[in-house]
Every structure is written in C-alpha cells, then in structure tokens.
C-alpha cells in the first residue's frame, strides 16, 4: 500500500462494519493471574468504555490486542476470523492501534509532524530511498486538513502539547486505516478544555466509523463519550453495561474485596504533637495548593488515582523536587528542604514509588543497601568502614524486617519484590525519623510480604508520623487513620478511619463526586 | 554436571583472564628475549607505566562515578608546560611550579563539574570541550615553543635567552632512584608515586565510606540521591580529583622528560581510558577499580616492553594494542552477559 492509498481511503467513511472480539483473554506471570478469562468485544461506530482500579488488568488486556506478547490464552477473532496477536506488526496489519498514556514513546522528538506522520512508511522504505521534505511536508499538511486536524507539518514533535501528540498519534492511526483504535487513559494529564477537544475528536472517529476501546480511570470521562463500558475487577470481568449505567453502579464493579486480615488490627493510635504541617504547597500543575499536617502517632494516607499529584507531593516533602509556591514546617518551625540530604536531616525520610529505579542499587548487596543513608554510624578514623559494625546492623535490619532469604551479603538484585521493599524500609530504621514517607509501598508486593509490610509500618508510628500515598483504595483504608483523596493535585475530600467508605472514596477520586 | 564445568571455566576466564594473559605475556617474552625477565626490567617497566597509571587512576574516579573525563590528556600536557615554563621562563622555585599546576588542575576539574552539572552537558561532550581548551592554553603559555634551558623568552620583544632552569628536586620526580644498593639501581621514584596514589586510591574507594558513595552513584544516581548521598558534591569532587591525578601525571611526566613538550600528554588519554576498561576485567569486578587499573596499565606496558624487544614495529603496536583490548572487554562482557 502507498502512501497517497492510504489517505485517500481514510477520506471516506468505512462502509462495512468491523467487529473485534476476545474470548476467554488470560495471561499469567509466573504465579499471578494478571488477566483471567476476559471476553470482549470492540465494534465499529461504538465506544467502548473499560475502566478498573490499578492492577485490574486494563493494560495487560491492551498489551495483548496490541501485540506486544508473545503468548497468552484465549482467542482474539476480527469479523468472524480468528486471527494471531504475537507481535506488535500483528495488530499494526489488523487495524489495530494504540494511542498510550505516555505517548511520547510513540513519536520521535527531534523529527517534525510530517515525518512521524510517516514514520512507517520512512521505517520501511516505503517512501523511496531519497525523500524530498517538502513533498512531504506537502502531502501531511494536506491529509491533516482532511481529517480537519490543524496541526503545523514542520514544528517539531518535542515542541508539541501532550494533546498535540495524541493528535498526531491519532491521525497517524487513521492514515493507517485504523479499524480499532485504544485510548489509554487519554485524559489522565489533559487540561479541561482540552478534553472536552478530545471527547470531541472521539466522537467524530465513531461516526467515521471507528471501533474504540476508551480505558480510563476517571469515571467522569465516560457520559461524555461513552455507550458502552466493561469493567475489570482483579483481571476478571467484574461487569459489562450495553450503555451508560448510573456511575455509582461502576463505582461498586471496581472496587475488590477487601482482605481484611491483611492489616494490623490490635494498633492502638495515640496522637502525638504535629510534626509536619503544609501550607498551600503547589507545583507546576500536578500538585495545587496541598495544605494538611500529619501527627505524631499517626498514619495519614494520600489516595488518589494515578497521576493525582500523591508521588510530586511525597517528593516536594522530601526536597526532591522544589515547590512553586507554599511552606512546609516541621515541628512548627518553617523549613527550606532543597535537597534530600536536608530532608534526611531533618528527620524526613522517603521510600519512593520505583523501588529498582529511584531506592536501590541492584547490583550492591543487602547490606550496603540497608546502610547507604546512615555510613558515618559504622565508621571509624578517616571514615573507614567498619565492617563488623556494619554487617551486625545490616543483619540485625535483616532480622528485624524479616528478609527472606536472610543474607545481606547477597545483590539487593536478587531478593523478590517484597523483600526489595523489606530493605527499602530497614535501610531508614537506622535513623531517627520524624516524618516516613511512603509512596506505593507494597506495589509489585506478593500477599505475605504486604502483610509483614503493614506491620512493620505500623510498629514504626510510636516514634513519627506516616505518610503513605496509594492508589489501592482498599490499602488506605486498612493502614490508613485519617485519608485524603487527591485528584487533580487538590485534596477533594478528608475522611477518618471509622467513616471511610470505599465507596465514597472512590467517588470522589474518580471524579464522580467532586 | 556438564554446564557445572563451563560455567567454571567462564567463571574462571572471567575473573582471572586478564592476570591469565599477563602472565602468559611475561613468560613467552622471558623465553624469547633476553633482557626481559630482570629485576631491572621489571621496575623498568612499572617506571614506564607509572605515569599512565596516575592518569588513569583518575579517569577511574570518573567512570565510578558513572560518567567519563576525556581531558586527561590535555590536562597532564598542561601541567608539563605549566611547570616547565614557570621555572624556565620566570624562574618559580620547583615548589611553587607544583603548586601551580595543582591550582590549574583544581580549576579545570571545576571546569569540567560546571559544565557537566550546572549545565548538564553530557560527560564526554563537556570534557572533549575542556580538551580543547587546556590544549589551546598548554602551547599558549609558552606560545607554541617547547620550554628547555637556554630557550629564547617567547614572551620578550627581543627574545633574551632565559635564566631559569629545572632544578635537581624537581627532576628527581620522574628520574630518581631510591633504596640503592651496589648490585641494585634502586626503585623509581615514579614507581612509588604510582604505588602510592594506587593505594590510597585503593583505601579511599574500598574502605571509606566516601568510597562507598562514589560506587553508589555510579550504581544508580537516582537511588543514591534518594538515600541522601549529595550526588553533586562528590560528581563535582570526582572531577577534580580526575584533573589533579591527570596533573599530577603530568608532573612526573615534565620531570621524567626533563623539559616542556608541547603536547607531550596527549597520547595518555586513550590509553588511560583503555586502562580503566581492562580494569573492569582484572579480577572479574566488572566495575573501575584501582588495582584493576593499575593491572591495565601494566598488562599495556608489558605488551608493548615486549612487543619493542621483539623489534615489532612501532606502527604494529597499536592494533596490537587495539585487538588485545577489544578481546579482553569482549571476554568479559560475552561472560556477564551469558552469566546473566
């Protein structure tokens, strides 16, 4: 197929109708059922809605119509026809597209609109060896004009507006004859007025005729586009609507079980002085105007869908990112926490969100891990290590946070995801803390470890207060004594341990409630 | 049981290949030349590896830290000119000539820091920036002339001869001996220099705990912020005590020549970087590390020692030299990789 083909066909509107169906999707990594027998069904002219808190299997679903697995079980068919989803080329040649969260991976920066506009055809020589830019330049300004996109040919990608990208992703989708088109939480960092372009948009690629899987989060997305919706639940299907129901009734399908044994039950709360207060704390437009102070004793936790602002407002406490505006005390005194040096000094510390990425270092072993943050404690003249010293805190850690298997001499690498976050959390007992932050703690955490995790959380708090974001709605309720629901990067709604209601929180962090 | 064995033996290739090759080197060139198995030549050798070790000790704190100084070898050609034209030309006392180019060198480092960190220009482009720059500077001192007793001032209208010279102290540095003995010529002064800067290194990088945070940013920086390690300061240390060992390289060097040639540092650079990556192989430590260094260094010693006494050509040398480095590295990262 040629290039010219393509846009032509596009121009008019599909004449028959597609239908794609799953039946029976499933995918298992190693023991954990990430997606369990999922049946769905795409069809042209229809907007199909699924929504699901995290780790409800949505992208895993994605990844598989859009090939990016290898293997998985059951059977995807188009119109009636079987048909193999093994690699990325699969779904590309079945009319399948993506439009991802971070579609900055989708687009090369430093080329032009035009350019990504063709990229595949540039990739796969079907533009001739030698390119004249200006032909170029010429053809995609007149395809965007006939899709009535208005989108500048030669500004680069990377001066483009995230929603100038998606565009462009999009339009790129249909210049390939998108037949099916996935939308990956396309609003989750849009402006209002931008989304309302965007529902918009979607709206236009239905009547052309375009199958779309729209998967959000934010459930007040959906009357606005929306006429059908699956939600997932624990990857299964938890509930499927033919239209739009009630958004309480979605509100109900997502939330899990909760597993109340999970947490520390016999934790008796006794609030302390405060210890961290913030007044107005804003930064960029992620995090706006946080104001809220946390008590000695407690555990306050920050929930909140991906992308609230929980992760910008645990790193601005930590002096790991600078605020724009607001202050932030610490036993009633105003500080300036620049950097997480400071923030340590201060008696605040952090367990971030990507444990391999931003708190370990993979190839050291447990013990340096545990005692990174605390060296000058083991150490004697000329700062020389002591290593006995050292081993016997670095144990001592081990045993207190039950790391299994217990040797610190092995790469942090090595230990699973639970018991990577077990030395996570040691490495800042060696202090003194004031304030713990933690972001996600028991994310990519098997059931026992979560367990020992909240205990261990919760055996900490007689000495500082806890700061813990999460998405998991059933976690801040367990762990959490007093929890704020962030969207957008304002706290929308306060609730005590005795009156949250899973379902109310979920309410307003989705934005049914506001 | 089978996989058991190759696993031993890439295990052991892994971590003793290098020692492995040297050791092989050491016999096949004693067999084959005369000379070559003395205890002359045997500090001979070490004295012709001292100032590259130096150098390399260097770029080795910069590649622990997770980035890479290309300056080396302008920097150790600057302190050669620096130093020589300071006493020759205006007549500096020795001591002062040294304390000189450490200032310089201190100053590039902070130079290379700024660059990198305050600007945020990758390590090398940032660094091949400041090569060029201490170039330039290292034959402007002297306007381009090689310095030497007796030159014409090149900084005077009617270009009197100078007065100034290099001092016996200044060239015991790089030509002295000491522990001398009537059968024994005695150890090169460069020789413990090296000695000394490898074990301090050595200390500093594997039992303080400075050592610990340089290791932990080049493990992975993020982390080691978020731990509370100021990954600036010791970035921005990292580079300067790259530019004083290059410095300091350059000093013995000066002293070892005797005079100020233009350029005389330049060649340090690739072979201190080829240094530093053989290092990752000795001992199988698959990260920089002093000792590993210092083995690189004379593994590219005894080679090319060898290769001379064999009357290898010159220009065969250096794809020698290339192939043997390409070969080790190959060995050790196919291993890592099939360990993996």
Redesign the interface.
Known sequence: MRRGERAGRTALPLLFMSVLRGEGLSKRFGGVEALNGVDIEIRSGSVHALVGANGAGKSTLVKILTGYYDSYEGQVTIDGQPIQLRRPTDAFRSGIEVVHQEVDIQLVPNLTVAENLYLEALATGDSGTVLSLRKLEREAKTYLESIGFSLSVRVKVQDLSLHEKQLLVIARALLHNVRFLILDEPTASLSFLESQKLFQLVRSLKQKGVAILYITQRLDDLPNVVDEVTVLRSGKKAAYFNRLPELTKIVEAMLDMPEIDLFPKDRRVSLGETVMKVENLSWRNKVRGLSFEARRGEILVLTGLTGAGKTETLKLL?G?LQPDKGRIFIDGKVVEIK???L??RHGVY?V?EERR????????TAR?NIT??F??N??GP????DRSLETKYAVETAKRVALVPLDVEKQAQYFSGGNQQKIVLG?WLAGNPKVLLLDEPTQGVDVGAKKEIYHLIASVTNKCAVILATSDINEAIGIGDRILVMRDGKIVAEFAKENADPKEILSYATGVKA | MKSGVRDQVSNFLLKYGVITTLVILIVFFSLTTRAFFTLDNFFDILRAVSILTIVSIGVTFSVVVGGIDASVGSVAGLAVMLSTALMVIWQVPWYWAIIACLMAGTMVGLLNSFLILKLRIPDLLATVGTLYLVQGLQMWISKGDAVYRGMTNPWDPIRSVTKGFIPRQFLVLGQGFVFRTPQFRGIPVPVLIMLAVVFTTWFFLEFTRFGRAFYAIGGNMEAARLAGIPVKRYRTVAYIISSLFATLGGIVLASRIGSGAVKAGDPYLLDAVASTYFGFAVLGMRRPNPWGTFLGAVFVGVMLNGLTMLNVPWYIQDVIKGLVLVSALGISFAIKKEIR
Do not use: S, Y
């Open positions: 930590f790991a950097n997480p040096t923030a340590i952090m971030p990425k931003e708190a370990l270092i993979l190839d050291k340096e990174m943050p060296m000058k083991f150490c000329f700062q020389k290590v490495r």
